[in-house]
């Protein structure tokens, strides 16, 4: 059972600390029920419907290697700004810096959710928008289900 939250900000930074934590840790049993599907993945360069568990799995396995190949070792996230909607739905943005110890592999970026809560089930993700630059290998990662691939990104 999810806790109760007074600020629009607390429930993103929820969010966004079990979606990180089980991604990092390929724990995808737990990263995918904080999604609800079927769902609009999007960057500037395209979008993905993801419409079942088995396309976020496959998502999910994209950019667990796209981080292995890469040599992520930390991606840290918070929540810049959060407003209810109404009770049960939040508009959220977060920044991401994706990390190889010490190193910033990529230019930090933004990303706009929508996140919904659901009778017996709390909240979830219900859209997300990327506005990643710079890292082609992360975005095709991100829209593996029905992209094209595009070149590598400038930071290798």
């Known amino acids: 059972m999810q806790p109760e939250f007074e600020k629009a900000s607390d429930v993103s930074e929820y969010l966004l600390n ?7 840790q390929g724990d ?40 292995r190949q890469r040599g992520v070792t930390r991606v840290v996230r918070h929540c810049v700004q959060a407003e209810f909607k109404s009770k049960n739905r939040v508009e959220a943005l977060h920044e991401a810096r994706v990390y190889r110890g010490d190193d910033l592999l990529q230019p930090p970026y933004r990303t706009f959710s929508w996140l ?41």
């Open 116 to 156: 919904e809560r659901r009778e017996e089930e709390g909240w979830k993700v219900a859209y997300s928008l990327y506005a990643i630059t710079q890292a082609e290998d992360h975005i095709n990662a991100l829209l593996s289900a029905t992209a094209p691939k595009r070149g590598p990104s400038p930071s290798h």
């Open 28 to 67: 995808f049993e737990s990263f995918a029920p904080c999604f609800i599907l079927p769902q609009h993945i999007e960057t500037f360069e395209g979008r993905c419907y993801v419409t079942d568990r088995e396309t976020l799995h496959q998502i999910f396995r994209a950019v667990r290697e796209n981080y």
């Open 18 to 24: 079990r979606t990180g934590v089980a991604l990092m």
